[in-house]
Structures are given as structure tokens and as C-alpha cells.
């Protein structure tokens, strides 16, 4: 697949089909993502792949928690601004329009968007879910070296016919991951990616992305 194809397809999938993901795929992606540029040659990631059995167990662990009404643990770091200034916060309002409508769900239902946010916890069916950590002694510069190689991730998935969805929504169950991953002390939980084949059913939404003269600059000579 051309990177060009495989930007451009890439979309945080909402719905996977049950398939297996042959060992071997996984092993091949995450192998070339290591190539994946860090400062200094850190790789400040530290990665745990869920399949099977260990993943139903936390799907199942951590539906229950919501099913009573935990709110979660105690943040490890912030998602967002907690004031969160224009542009960004027209986009972030225009991105959950967006999402709800394509999937049918009004602002005024409020059951069926709490649904939908409880999906997360289930990976959306996917059979596969990644849980990436970083040390908590790393900088802004280190969780950037991650969001590449998430990135990294990502495209090659969909160079191998697959889709996958990032999830910083895991971080709000980090202890429950904790429990599952068992990672040493000193590691703090940044996302899950949920990974799979799309289902036949999966809502093909494509979230608007701003115009080009609103994100960069061209100062020609």
C-alpha cells in the first residue's frame, strides 16, 4: 500500500470483526515500528499486546467497573486543556457532531452516547488491544517520540489490510490494565489501540480536518 493510500485510509474504526490477527502480522508491524525516530535513540516506548483470553478478562473486569458507576482512577496525566481556547475547542465540539451523527445518536440521547463511550472498553470487538506506556521520568520531547511511534504503528496496520482505533479512554482504567500487563513500577499507561479487521457494519465517518492555511505557514524566499 502507498503511504500516501495508507494516511489517507487510516481512521479510528469503531467496529471490528472477530477475525484473528495471525501472530506473525503483529510481530512484523510492531518490528518495523521500531524504526520509528525518538531523541537520542530513547524508544521511550513500552509496549503489552492483549489477545484471547487475557483480553476478554480485562474487557470483562474493566465493563464491570463501568457498570457500577466507577468514574475511574485517578488521572496519571492530562488529557486536555481544562479550558481549552479557540480553535481547538470549536474542532473538539465539531468532532463529537460529527461522530454522533454519523452514528445515528442524537445530542438529547444521552443512553445511547454513554453506550458508545462504554464501547471503548470492549476495543470496539476488536480480538487485539495494544496498551503503550512511558516511564514517568520522560518529557514533553519523549511523548512526542510516542506519538510517532504510534503513528508508525498505525499505517503499517493498514499496509497489512488492518484497521485500529488509539484510545487514550484506557488511561481512565489504567489500574485495571495494570492488573492485566502486570508493568513494572515507574511506567505510566498512555493509551490502548484497539486493532482488527473492520466489520462489515463499521460506520465509515471521516472526521473534517482543518484547512491548510488554518495549520501552516509557507514563507517562501
Known sequence: ????????SRRA?????GEPIPRETLERVLSAAARTPSGANLQPWHVYVLTGAP???LKKRTAERVAAGDPGDER???MYPSELKSPYRERRSAAAEQRYTALGISREDRRSREAAVAANWDCFGAPTALFC?????MGPAQWADLGMYLQTVMLLLRAEGLHSCPQMAWSVYCRTVAGAVLPPPGLILFCG????FEAPTACHDRIDRAPLAET???IDG
Open 13 to 17: 474504526v469503531r467496529r471490528f470483526s
Open 133 to 137: 506506556y512511558i516511564d514517568r521520568d
Open 76 to 78: 496519571e496525566y492530562q
Open 1 to 8: 500500500m502507498d503511504v500516501y493510500e495508507a494516511v489517507a
Open 193 to 196: 489501540v484497539s486493532i482488527g
Open 216 to 218: 501552516v505557514t509557507f
Open 55 to 57: 483480553l476478554a478478562e
